[in-house]
Nanobody, 125 residues
Framework: QVQLVESGGGLVQAGGSLRLSCVAS????????MGWFRQAPGKEREFVAA????????YYTDSVKGRFTISRDNAKNTVYLQMNSLKPEDTAVYYC??????????????????WGQGTQVTVSS
């Protein structure tokens, strides 16, 4: 059983930056796809970014390409989401998720096996 804990959310002005962290407090993430999703009020949860634990292959939704970077530190069992040039439309609760093999489509929330509790990101205009 993997337990994920996110941190790093907060309130920031438009154009600012935040770095989210997701730590596996139980279990190892060495063979998991890791993803970040977000959910704004009244909207469905949407895919933001994903990274294969080994190999560093990454994926992003179009709206964050060039602004967000997903990365991981295997030694710390941690995945990060660096968010730059934040916009008010990035405001949402951000969730970390882990997908065990065999790997399915990285962009589908229902394919992930474990989820964190979420961290709020609010971008003011």
């Amino acid at each position: 059983q993997v337990q994920l804990v996110e941190s790093g959310g907060g309130l920031v002005q438009a154009g600012g930056s935040l770095r989210l962290s997701c730590v596996a407090s139980r279990g190892t993430l060495s063979t998991y796809y890791m993803g970040w999703f977000r959910q704004a009020p009244g909207k469905e949860r949407e895919f933001v970014a994903a990274i294969r634990w080994s190999g560093g292959i990454t994926y992003y939704t179009d709206s964050v390409k060039g602004r967000f970077t997903i990365s991981r530190d295997n030694a710390k069992n941690t995945v990060y989401l660096q968010m730059n040039s934040l916009k008010p439309e990035d405001t949402a609760v951000y969730y970390c998720a882990a997908m065990a093999p065999p790997y399915k489509f990285y962009g589908a929330a229902e394919k992930y096996d474990y989820w964190g509790q979420g961290t709020q990101v609010t971008v003011s205009s």
